[in-house]
Each structure stands twice: as C-alpha cells, then as structure tokens.
T-cell receptor, first 116, second 114 residues
Framework: AQSVTQLDSHVSVSEGTPVLLRCNYS??????LFWYVQHPNKGLQLLLK??????LVKGINGFEAEFKKSETSFHLTKPSAHMSDAAEYFC??????????????FGSGTRLSIRP | DTGVSQDPRHKITKRGQNVTFRCDPI?????LYWYRQTLGQGPEFLTY????????KSRLLSDRFSAERPKGSFSTLEIQRTEQGDSAMYLC????????????FGPGTRLTVT
C-alpha cells in the first residue's frame, strides 16, 4: 500500500538555524512526492514537488528536498529558518507523472516552531 | 482573487441536521477534490471529480455524504443526519490535467456538530 510517514510530529529550531523535516514513503513504484505547508487559518500551499526529474528539488521560500530511492526518503530542508516558517508541513504521496490516477495521500504532518 | 473559494467558512449545526458546503474551483481546472481534516491529522481524501464525473470515492464517504459537480464547475458536498464525528475541516482543491499534479486548496469549511 502507498503511504508516507512523517517521522516527527513537532520540530522546534532557533531562527537562523537549519531546518530538517523528515519523510519516508512506501510505494510499489516510483511515486510523485510533494511537500505542502499550512499556515494557521490559511489554505494549504505547495512548497515543492518531485516528479522523477532531478532528485534535488528546489521550492519556494528557500526550501528544498532530496528524493533518495535507496532510503525511500524525501526530507525537507532549509539552510536558515525564519520566523515566518512556523507552520504545519505535510509530506504527500502521489501516483507517478504520466499516470491518470489523481488521488494523493497526506502524511500526518510536522508542526515547525521557530524560537527567536 | 482567482483561487479556490469555499462557502461557508464556518458552520455550526446540531446533530441530525443536514448541511451543504460549496466549492468554487479555479475556473480552468477540470479536476476537483474534497478532503476532510481533523485536528492534528493530515487531510484525508474523500472524493474527486473530473469535469462533472465523480471518478473515485473513499470508504470514508458514508451513505450520508454526497457530492455533486453538476456542470463541471462548482461542487457541493452534503452531509445528511450529521453526527458529532463529522466535526472537521472540509477542504476543497482543484487541479488541471491528469495525474497527481499540483492541487490548489481552498481555505476550508470548518464544521462543528453539537
């Protein structure tokens, strides 16, 4: 069965330090993978997506993620955290590009807190 | 604003009442999705439409839930005989084309069943 596991429910970092949000996936084939962010009282927004092109994917607001097939991981990183990064982050599984399947599966989320 | 809109943003209802939510997708998007999100969890897929055709429904979508997209534009999600367990945020999203491409989400409708 296809799924994603976010390994940390809550991550707290100091402003200006690196951010690492961990995600592992389970899939019988190479999936599409996404990271979405949800700020309080705002809609979900796509940060970045992997669709079998480059394994290192750059997204908005300085975030990036690396697809590692050998580790079945798609961790989200940012070199320097900003207060505005405080939000809930979701790792999301989707069918490979070229598939007509449209369903996506969300992880349980990681709440990122930023300490001043 | 040409994003996905949802109405109402908040709904409080008594157990046993029926409620209906509306979603207006981005106008050129052919796919529309409904999700449910409870506190501390990620959104769970409920159903999706390609144009006016409902292509997939989750097992979460009991017989009390029905969704329509009559003209391939806006969609409605109705919950009949609401239960306290239906309290959640109901999210709508839309996308263009086929496959698991980028989905654009609305702000959600928060349902509270008392």
């Amino acid at each position: 069965a296809q799924s994603v596991t976010q390994l940390d429910s809550h991550v707290s970092v100091s402003e200006g330090t690196p951010v690492l949000l961990r995600c592992n996936y389970s899939s019988s084939y190479s999936p599409s993978l996404f990271w979405y962010v949800q700020h309080p009282n705002k809609g979900l927004q796509l940060l970045l997506k992997y669709t079998s092109a480059a394994t290192l994917v750059k997204g908005i607001n300085g975030f990036e993620a690396e697809f590692k097939k050998s580790e079945t991981s798609f961790h989200l990183t940012k070199p320097s955290a900003h207060m505005s990064d405080a939000a809930e982050y979701f790792c999301v599984w989707g069918a490979p590009m070229g598939s007509s399947a449209s369903k996506i599966i969300f992880g349980s989320g990681t709440r990122l807190s930023i300490r001043p | 604003d040409t994003g996905v809109s949802q109405d109402p943003r908040h709904k409080i209802t008594k157990r046993g009442q029926n409620v209906t939510f509306r979603c207006d997708p981005i106008s050129e998007h052919n796919r529309l999705y409904w999700y449910r999100q409870t506190l501390g969890q990620g959104p769970e897929f409920l159903t999706y439409f390609q144009n006016e055709a409902q292509l997939e429904k989750s097992r979460l979508l009991s017989d009390r839930f029905s969704a329509e997209r009559p003209k391939g534009s806006f969609s409605t999600l109705e919950i009949q005989r609401t239960e306290q367990g239906d309290s959640a945020m109901y999210l709508c999203a839309s996308s263009l084309g086929v496959g698991a491409g980028e989905q654009y989400f609305g702000p959600g409708t928060r349902l509270t069943v008392t």
